[in-house]
């Protein structure tokens, strides 16, 4: 059976979806982004502990991506403006990408996957503006939600 778009009323009107009559749970999502960097700049950047004239790759992308996510309502039209208890990064080096991961968490009546996505996109973007200078080859591969739970209907990928 075909699911209705939340986010559109009976006349197909865009609007805020009506969290009034919910309940407050703990929510948490998790989402992931891939960038490509390639083998050669994997190692530059692993031998040089993560750090350029610009700073700290790793540590400017979770800065980056936390700032990103606690202002998702601004971004995102529809979403509801959330107040965060928890965003943490965690970041997987494999030889020619990095695998980042956003975990947001709280206690709400709406889910908290949009700020888990746009926490891991911003800090994705991050890592290929401060690498750009090294390779023009860098590709952000994918972002998506990997897990979420708390709310009407949990989901794992």
Known sequence: MAQDFSHLDSKNQPGMVDVGDKIVTSREARAQSIVFLGPEI????VKAG???KKGSILQTATIAGTMA???????IPLCHPLGLDSCKFEYEVQEDQVLITCICRL??????????????????LTIYDMCKAVSKAIVIKETKLIQKTGGKSDFKA
């Open 50 to 52: 993560w750090e350029t």
């Open 69 to 75: 996510a606690k202002k998702t309502s601004d971004l």
């Open 107 to 124: 206690e709400a009546k709406t889910g908290v996957e949009m700020e888990a996505l746009v926490g891991a996109s911003v800090a994705a």
């Open 42 to 45: 994997v190692a530059q950047f």
